[in-house]
C-alpha cells in the first residue's frame, strides 16, 4: 500500500524564511519541494489514486511529554512513485535547525532510506551520524543524535518516524521502547486513514490537536505496586478527571466493558505478564453512557531476573483508525437481512454471507438441535473433502448430521450456552479437526429462553479475535437464533398452505389424445398465506378438451375456498356440453350470487384434439403464447370481458385460433410475469424468450426451464402448457336422429349396421346392435322428447352415444328378479362393453358404451 504523502513545511514557524533544498540552491521556505500549493491542499496523486492529505499537524505531544528531551519528529512516507520518502508532518524543529531534508530518494543512501530498506530501527549516536555527512540540508548542531524507526511490516513499508535528540547519551532504552509503541500507533493510523480515503472520505488530521486530530496517551506500570503513572491524555480517554485519579491500575479497569476485562487483565496481571509488545483493542464506558473503543500498544520491559518490571503503553482513540462501519451498524444491517429471510436457506445465506464476506472466514457451518442431535442445515464451502471426514461418513442426505454427544466441545457450548473462542493450533476432537486450524468460533444460537442450534465459524490462517469482533460474534448468534426459530414457524405455514393449495387442485392431468398437458404450480416466496392460483384440464365429449387456468383476488382462505368452488363449476359447466362462453359466463353469475367482494380472472380454452382448432375466452386474464414449431413465439390476441365477479350481465366473446402440430400453448398467472421488481411487459417478454429457447420434446421440462427463468415469486405462480401434437389417426364419427315410432329401435339398428359395414368393422355388428337396442329403448321409454344416437370409431374402440332430455341418469340394478320386466338392459350393456357411463349434457344427459377394437393403421 502506498500511503498518502505530502510536503509540509514545519507547523511551528521555526523554519527561517529561507533554507538551503537538497541541491544546495536557496528556496522559499513556504513553498514545498514538490510545487505543489502548500499546507492545506489536497494532494491527490499519491496512494494508487487516493487522496493524501496534507497540513500542518502537531505530532506526538503525548509521547513528548513522557519521554522528554526530543526536539523534534517527522513522518516520512513512500511517494506513489515508490522512489522516494516524503516528509509528511512535523513537530518541534525537525525540519529547521537539524536539516532534516523535505524528500529521500531511495537510491541514494541515508538514515531515513537505510531504516525503511532494512525494516530495523536506527539509532544514531553524534559521532555515528557523521556517516551520513550528506543526508542533511544545514550542518546539525553538535550533540544531536537521531532515532529512526521504520513504518509498517515486511510485505508492505509506509514509511519512517523520525525522532531528533539533544539530550546527553542520546536515546535511552526507555524511551525507545516508547517511541517504538508510539510508531506502531503511527502506522496503524496510516493504514486507516488511507482506507477511509480510498472509500471517498475527506482528508484530516492523523495526529496532534484539532477537532478532527487524533487523541493519544502513555502510560507507565509499575507491575510490583500496581500503581501507574499516565499522563492527562490517557485519563481523558478513560474519562477520569486528574483530580480524581488516584494513580491505582484499578481505578483504570473499573471503566472497561466487563466482556473486554479478560484481554485486559491479560497485560495488567502480573501472573499472566508475558515479555514483548502486545497490541489490542478495548472498550470504556464513559461518564454519559457512551462506548469508546480504545487501541493500546504496550511492551513488558524485565528485570534482571527476566521477570516482568514495568509496562510502557500508548493508548488511542481507536475509533479514530477505524474506516470499516462500527459493531452497531453491523448488527443493524444483519438484523434487517435477517428479518427478510423467511426459510432456514434463506437464513443461512445471509449468515454466510455476514461472515464470510467481513470476517474473511474460511468454514462456516450452522446446525440446529433436534432432540439429542445436530442436523447441519448450512455448510459453506458445500463440499465434502473441506470437512472432518467424520462429517463425511454422517453425509447420508444433503448435509451430515450427528449426536450432541459425539461432539464434547459443541455439547459442552451448547449446554453452557455461552460462545466459545478458541485461538489457533486449540486441541480439538477428531470431529472438530481441521475446522479451523487458525481459529474457531463455536457459537450456541438462543431463541426465547433455550438454544436452539450451533453454528461454527473457522479460519484456516491465523486469526486474532478482538474484542470488537467477539461482540459482533455473540450479537450475530442472538439474532441468527431468532430468525431460526421465526423461520421454522414461517416454514410450517408456508407447508401447510401449500399443502391446502394442492388439495384444492388436479393430483393428475388425464392422458390426451394428439397431446400433452403439464402443469406446475408454486407457492410464493414472499408471504405465506395460501393463494387462489387455479388450473384444470377437463375431457369433454367428441374429442374436445378444456384448458382452464385462473386466480382469485388476494391471497387468504377465502381466497383459496373461492377458488376451489370456481374450479368445481367450471368443470361442471364444461362437462354439461355448454360452449366456451356459456361456461365462463354461468362461472360469473354464480360468483356475483356468492357472499363475497372477491373477484377471479380465468382464461377457458375449448381445443378439438382432432382438427387443432382452439376457441378460448377471457375473463380479466392474461392473454395465452403459443410457441411454434419453428421455435417462434406469439402472444394470441383473444377478445375478452371484466373478471368474473365484477358484472353480472358481462359478456364473453369467443376468439378462434388453430393450433399447428408440435405447437405448445401455455396459460400462466400473473405471479409469473409480474412482480415489484418486474414490469408485466418485460416478464412476458421473458417468458416468451424461455419458451421459445426450450425443447418442446420434453414438455415437463419445457415448463420447468421456464418456471426456472423467474427466481423470486413475489405471487404464487400456476403454469398449464399443452403441446399439441395432432392425431396421426382420426375418429370417424356418424350420427342419427331416433324418431319416435313404433319400430325406431329396427331403425336404429340398420343404421348401425350399415354405418360399421362402411368401416368395415362386420365382425363387430351383433355385439354393437345388442348395446344399440338397449340404450335406445331405454331413452324411447324413460324419457321424452328427442333422441340422438351417435357412433364413433377411433383408433382401438368404437363408442356408442345416445342422447336424450332427461337429467335423470340410468342407475343398474344390483340384482333382477326373474319376475322382473326391466332392468336387464344395462347389464346386458355392462357385459359386452369395456366400459359405460353417463355425463350430464345441456338439457338431458348422454348414456355412452365403449367396445374395445384391434388398433386401425393410418389412412
Known amino acids: 500500500m502506498l500511503c498518502p504523502v505530502g510536503a509540509f513545511p514545519p507547523p511551528g514557524g521555526a523554519d527561517p524564511p529561507g533554507r538551503r533544498s537538497t541541491d544546495g540552491r536557496q528556496r522559499d521556505a513556504r513553498k514545498p519541494d514538490d510545487g505543489s500549493d502548500g499546507p492545506g491542499a489536497p494532494d491527490r496523486r499519491a496512494g494508487r489514486g487516493r487522496t493524501a492529505w496534507r497540513g500542518a499537524v502537531p505530532v506526538a505531544q503525548a509521547v513528548r511529554a513522557r519521554v522528554p528531551g526530543f526536539a523534534g519528529i517527522a513522518l516520512y512516507v513512500l511517494h506513489e512513485d515508490a522512489e522516494e520518502l516524503r516528509l509528511a508532518e512535523t513537530t518541534g524543529q525537525a525540519g529547521g535547525r537539524y536539516g532534516l531534508s523535505q524528500r529521500y530518494s531511495l537510491s541514494v543512501r541515508s538514515p531515513v532510506t537505510d531504516a525503511f530498506r532494512t525494516g530495523r530501527a536506527l539509532w544514531l549516536s553524534p559521532e555515528e551520524m557523521a556517516a551520513y555527512r550528506g543526508s542533511w540540508t544545514d550542518r546539525p548542531p553538535a550533540g544531536m543524535s537521531l532515532g ?293 468460533a463455536v457459537l450456541p444460537l438462543p431463541a426465547d429462553g433455550r438454544t436452539v442450534g450451533i453454528c461454527l465459524v473457522g479460519w484456516d490462517e491465523p486469526h486474532e479475535f478482538e474484542p470488537e469482533e467477539r461482540s459482533l460474534l455473540t450479537a450475530t448468534a442472538g439474532l441468527v437464533g431468532q430468525a431460526l426459530m421465526r ?91 355448454h360452449p366456451p362462453d356459456v361456461v365462463v359466463s354461468h362461472a360469473n353469475r354464480l360468483l356475483v350470487g356468492m357472499e363475497t367482494d372477491l373477484f377471479a380472472t380465468c382464461c377457458y380454452v375449448d381445443l378439438d384434439m382432432e382438427e387443432g382448432t382452439a376457441w378460448f375466452v377471457r375473463a380479466g386474464h392474461l392473454p395465452p403464447l403459443l410457441r411454434t414449431p419453428d421455435g417462434g413465439t406469439e402472444q394470441l390476441e383473444v377478445g375478452g370481458g371484466p373478471p368474473l365477479g365484477v358484472l353480472a350481465d358481462a359478456e364473453y366473446p369467443m376468439t378462434q385460433y388453430g393450433l399447428p402440430p408440435g405447437g405448445v400453448l401455455a396459460l400462466m398467472t400473473d405471479g409469473l410475469v409480474e412482480s415489484k421488481h418486474l414490469q408485466l411487459e418485460d416478464g412476458i417478454a421473458q417468458v416468451r424468450d424461455l419458451l421459445g429457447a426450450a425443447d418442446p420434446a420434453d414438455a415437463g421440462r419445457v415448463a420447468d426451464d421456464v418456471l426456472g427463468g423467474i427466481p423470486r415469486r413475489d405471487d404464487d405462480v400456476a403454469l398449464l402448457l399443452l403441446r399439441y401434437d395432432g392425431m396421426e389417426v382420426r375418429p370417424v364419427r356418424a350420427g342419427w336422429t331416433v324418431w319416435r315410432l313404433p319400430d325406431a329401435v329396427m331403425h336404429a339398428r340398420r343404421y348401425t349396421a350399415r354405418t360399421l359395414r362402411a368401416w368395415g368393422l362386420e365382425e363387430e355388428i351383433d355385439v354393437v346392435l345388442l348395446v344399440v337396442s338397449e340404450l335406445v329403448t331405454n331413452a324411447l321409454v324413460h324419457t321424452q322428447g328427442e333422441v340422438r344416437l351417435d357412433l364413433t370409431y377411433a383408433v382401438d374402440r368404437l363408442r356408442v352415444a345416445v342422447r336424450d332430455q332427461s337429467p335423470r341418469a340410468p342407475v343398474k340394478p344390483a340384482t333382477v328378479d326373474w319376475e322382473a320386466t326391466g332392468g336387464r338392459g344395462l347389464m346386458l350393456v355392462d357385459a359386452v362393453t369395456g366400459t359405460w357411463g353417463s355425463v350430464p349434457l345441456s338439457g338431458g344427459k348422454q348414456v355412452w358404451g365403449e367396445i374395445a377394437l384391434p388398433p386401425r393403421e393410418p389412412v
Open 487 to 577: 423461520a421454522h414457524a414461517l416454514d410450517a405455514e408456508h407447508e401447510l398452505a401449500t399443502m391446502l393449495q394442492r388439495s384444492l387442485l388436479p393430483r393428475n392431468l388425464p392422458e390426451l389424445p394428439g397431446g400433452v398437458a403439464v402443469a406446475r404450480y408454486l407457492p410464493a416466496t414472499v408471504g405465506l398465506e395460501v393463494g387462489g392460483d387455479w388450473y384444470d384440464v377437463i375431457l369433454l365429449a367428441d374429442g374436445h378438451v378444456a384448458l382452464v387456468i385462473g386466480d382469485v383476488q388476494g391471497h387468504s382462505a377465502a381466497a383459496a375456498t373461492i377458488m376451489g368452488q370456481m374450479r368445481t363449476a367450471i368443470r361442471a359447466y364444461a362437462v354439461e356440453g
Open 148 to 440: 529512526v524507526l521504520p513504518l509498517g511490516g515486511e510485505a508492505e513499508r509506509l514509511g519512517c518516524l523520525v525522532v531528533v535528540d539533544e539530550t546527553e547519551g542520546g536515546v535511552d532504552p526507555d524511551r525507545r521502547d516508547f517511541l517504538e509503541l508510539y510508531a506502531d500507533q503511527i502506522a496503524a493510523g496510516l493504514e486507516a486513514e488511507a482506507d477511509r480515503l480510498a472509500a471517498g472520505g475527506t482528508p484530516r488530521p492523523l495526529l496532534g490537536h484539532g477537532p478532527d486530530a487524533q487523541l493519544t496517551g502513555a502510560f507507565t506500570l509499575e507491575v510490583s505496586t500496581g500503581r501507574i503513572d499516565a499522563d492527562p491524555r490517557v485519563l481523558e480517554l478513560v474519562d477520569i478527571a486528574p483530580e480524581e485519579f488516584d494513580g491505582r491500575v484499578e481505578s483504570l479497569l473499573t471503566h472497561t466493558v466487563p466482556e473486554d476485562l479478560p484481554a485486559l487483565m491479560s497485560i495488567v496481571e502480573p501472573g499472566q505478564l508475558a515479555t514483548g509488545s502486545r497490541l489490542l483493542e478495548f472498550r470504556i464506558r464513559r461518564g454519559t453512557g457512551e462506548l469508546r473503543w480504545l487501541r493500546l500498544s504496550c511492551r513488558v520491559l524485565v528485570d534482571g531476573a527476566d521477570g516482568p518490571e514495568r509496562v510502557l503503553g500508548v493508548l488511542d482513540d481507536a475509533s479514530r483508525l477505524r474506516p470499516r462501519a462500527d459493531e452497531v451498524s453491523r448488527v443493524q444491517r444483519l438484523s434487517a437481512e435477517l428479518a427478510n429471510a423467511v426459510t432456514v436457506r434463506d437464513v443461512g445465506r445471509v449468515v454466510v454471507s455476514a461472515l464470510r464476506d467481513q470476517r474473511g472466514v474460511s468454514r462456516v457451518a450452522l446446525a440446529e438441535l433436534e432432540a439429542d442431535r445436530l442436523v447441519v442445515t448450512v455448510l459453506d464451502p458445500p463440499d465434502p473433502d473441506a470437512w472432518p471426514e467424520s462429517w463425511r461418513s454422517e453425509w447420508r442426505s444433503e448435509w451430515p448430521d450427528a449426536p450432541r454427544a459425539a461432539l464434547p466441545t459443541l455439547d459442552a457450548a451448547l449446554r453452557d450456552g455461552q460462545p466459545q473462542i478458541w485461538p489457533a493450533d486449540s486441541a480439538f476432537e477428531s470431529s472438530l479437526a481441521g475446522i479451523g486450524p487458525g481459529g474457531l
